[in-house]
């Protein structure tokens, strides 16, 4: 998990709320990559950035939003639109041209 | 559609006793495989990569995986299983050299019991 870190570990959402979940990682990477993690499958893709100030859609991006002002930083806002919210989220980052993702330790949301 | 494929839910192994854990491919092109581990509310470990090359390839505490391009296959392995080897097995294709985009099998929980 070095390098990549990820906060709060736990963070607990009422309807209607919008909650951000931070990644910050000072690995000096150039892409940075959000998943969610539901049991029993494979991680899925929210979005993802390779440059600052640029990111696009995953797999899943329906009731998430996302910003990259920094290189460094790639929050993720869980929207009140987002029905399911309650998962296990991941950061992750990488080296241009390099294929290598890390991960940082992850945020369990859940809702009360 | 490029996918990974992981047969197997649970593998249940002694320790001392080598293990395996199955993986199957299908991904456009050159093909670039990864093994992470995942354990409990944690994110997740990079063990080893195939890119290209050796088909035998070794990575972090002990593992080696082997591509096999005929049975597109890259099954984990370890010679000699530990308890601390229980976990979760992610194995991962790399569906776009644009994007950096990652395809997950669906993990296989490895249980290494004393």
């Known amino acids: 998990d070095g390098g990549i870190t990820q906060s709060p570990k736990y963070l607990f959402r009422k309807e209607g709320q919008n909650v951000t979940l931070s990644c910050e990682q000072n690995l000096n990477h150039d892409a940075m990559y959000w998943y969610r993690q539901d049991p029993g499958q494979g991680l899925r893709l929210i979005y993802y950035?390779?440059?600052?100030?640029?990111?696009q859609k995953g797999d899943i991006a329906e009731g998430y939003s996302v910003s990259r002002e920094k290189k460094e930083s790639f929050p993720l806002t869980v929207t009140s639109a987002q029905k399911n919210p309650t998962a296990f989220y991941l950061c992750a980052s990488k080296v241009a041209g390099v294929e290598t993702q890390y991960f940082g330790p992850g945020t369990r949301l859940l809702v009360l | 559609a490029q996918s990974v494929a992981q047969p197997e839910d649970q593998v249940n192994v002694a320790e001392g006793n080598p293990l395996t854990v199955k993986c199957t491919y299908s991904v456009s092109g050159n093909p670039y495989l990864f093994w992470y581990v995942q354990y409990p509310n944690r994110g997740l470990q990079f063990l080893l990569k195939y890119i290209t090359g050796d088909n035998l390839v070794k990575g972090s505490y002990g593992f080696e995986a082997e591509f096999n391009k005929s049975q597109t296959s890259f099954h984990l392995k370890k010679p000699s299983a530990l308890v601390s080897d229980s976990a979760l097995y992610f194995c991962v294709g790399h569906g776009s050299s644009n994007t950096g985009k990652l395809i997950f099998g669906q993990g296989t929980t490895l249980q290494v019991k004393p």
């Open positions: 950035s390779q440059i600052v100030n640029d990111f």
